[in-house]
């Protein structure tokens, strides 16, 4: 029988036409999953981990199928990237259409329009009313990569500051720049120089207010570092990996008045909270910042590999010809589906949505919380929303219960992330095409997990 179902299945095309349900038809993961998984370990390295055991075959609206016809509620988005929905109809026709015309030309031989377009829209929509420009790149760590470079040429200074609880890619430049070491940076260093790390604010775990946490971060790289070698200093508006963890109120704005006074780059780290993943376009616009330059992915594109450096145009022209760039750098079928994806955020109600999902999670998670003193804080803008596990008596990160509660949901068709520094933060991502009545059905099942954890 189950067997049967997952013939359907593989005949089930993805996108917001697939059933929209959870449902297990096997344990986890499923005998056609096992055995995918299995030659998984004989011909991928170890290195490059999973978390949910199944192999997925169609996802869209709010689930992700696998390949033995279960159906799993998506709270993950595939860490924040198909924030439309995945396999969107705009999207899978954009994508479609652009194959069939070009697939790749190079933009350094032979640019085309598209690619211009997206530079056109990121320089629109992100924040900012001067003249901006965009440029284009594969991953969110080129991304960064490219900003860091962009922001030395302008100034002629080498130092940059990351902060505490950072996370900004796994090439080398960016392993350096990322706070965590297990399991980012562990054994693969030496790591880029010139970088060094500032306290961020916390206000669960530092109590400071903005002003007093930015005054802290301030006077270390004052002393440290000095302004003078200072290109840039590169933040995640909301952190990320690190935990979710939102600044208190001031702290980002004090940082970047210190910055415009002292001749350094800000840099938003938006990768993970762009694109009305907070309820707005981009997350700075929360803390009232404007950045001198911003770096984007994984929503960008409905799931394309995709990224930007967007920025003052004064500092983003800084680079001499060639010095930017690189084979697929805005890719042609990539570009297509991001003005797919634009079109999405701009005109379907996506921030209105994004924020909906946000008030569902954040009341039942302060419910939850309000029962079991197990869950320290809950935190989060839109439908980037988190809480951290503690021991109740002494506020101590507690990692197993975390796994425990996630390892839980997961076995039982609810795709949950974890992160934090201290692996003690369960995060909620879901894509914004999810309906209320499985967003609900997959937070009863966390809410399930944690009571008998
Ligand atoms: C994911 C992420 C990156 C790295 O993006 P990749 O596309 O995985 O290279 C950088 N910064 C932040 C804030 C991220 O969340």
Redesign the pocket.
């Known amino acids: 029988m189950a067997l049967l179902d997952a013939e359907t299945e593989h005949r089930t095309q993805g996108g917001p036409g697939l059933p929209q349900q959870r449902r297990l038809v096997t344990d986890l993961p499923g005998p056609r999953s096992a055995a995918i998984l299995a030659r998984k370990a004989d011909a991928v390295p170890a290195g490059v981990g999973h978390t949910v055991p199944v192999a997925a075959v169609a996802a869209g609206g709010g689930v992700v199928v696998d390949a033995d016809g279960n159906s799993l509620i998506d709270l993950g988005s595939g860490?924040a990237v198909t924030t439309v929905g995945n396999a969107h109809p705009k999207i899978a026709a954009a994508v479609a259409a652009q194959a069939a015309q070009f697939t790749h030309t190079c933009f350094m031989i032979s640019p085309y329009e598209s690619y211009i377009e997206v530079a056109e829209a990121l320089n629109r929509l992100t924040p900012g009313d001067f003249a901006k420009k965009s440029a284009l790149f594969n991953?969110?760590?080129?991304a960064?990569e490219n900003a860091i470079k962009i922001a030395r040429k302008h100034t002629g200074r080498q130092g940059v500051v990351a902060f505490d609880h950072g996370?900004?890619?796994?090439t080398n430049l960016?392993m350096a720049l990322t706070a965590k070491s297990m399991p980012y940076k562990s054994g693969f260093g030496p790591f880029a120089p010139e970088v060094y790390r500032a306290p961020m604010s916390y206000p669960f775990r530092d109590g400071l207010t903005g002003p007093d946490a930015a005054e802290r971060a301030i006077s270390q790289m004052e002393k440290q570092i000095g302004a003078g070698n200072l290109a840039a200093i590169i933040i995640?508006p909301i952190q990320?990996?690190g935990g979710f963890i939102v600044p208190a109120d001031g702290f980002l704005p004090a940082l970047a008045d210190w910055c415009r006074a002292n001749g350094v780059v800000f840099i938003a780290?938006e990768?993970?909270t762009g694109f009305a993943r907070t309820g707005h376009m981009f997350a700075s616009e929360i803390f009232g910042v404007v950045p001198d330059l911003i770096t984007t992915?994984?929503g960008i594109a409905g799931g394309l590999p995709l990224?930007a450096v967007t920025g003052r145009a004064e500092i983003m022209d800084a680079s001499h010809a060639g010095g930017l760039g690189g084979t697929y750098g805005g890719n042609p079928i990539a570009c297509a589906a991001a003005l797919a994806a634009i079109d999405v955020f701009e005109n379907d109600g996506v921030i209105e949505r994004a924020q909906q999902i946000g008030t569902i999670l954040t009341e039942r998670l302060t419910a939850m919380q309000s029962q079991d003193p197990r869950i320290g804080d809950v935190r989060g803008h839109g439908a980037m929303i988190a809480a951290e596990f503690v021991d109740p008596e002494t506020n101590a990160p507690d990692a197993a219960l975390t796994a425990a509660v996630a390892q839980a949901a997961i076995a039982q068709g609810v795709i949950v992330l974890t992160c934090g520094t201290y692996g003690n933060v369960i995060r909620f991502l879901p894509p914004l095409s999810i309906g209320d009545d499985l967003l609900i059905e997959g937070l009863d099942v966390v809410a399930e997990a944690l009571a008998a954890a």
């Open positions: 860490i991953s969110g760590a080129e960064v996370y900004h890619g796994r960016t995640e990320g990996e780290d990768v993970q992915a994984k990224a």
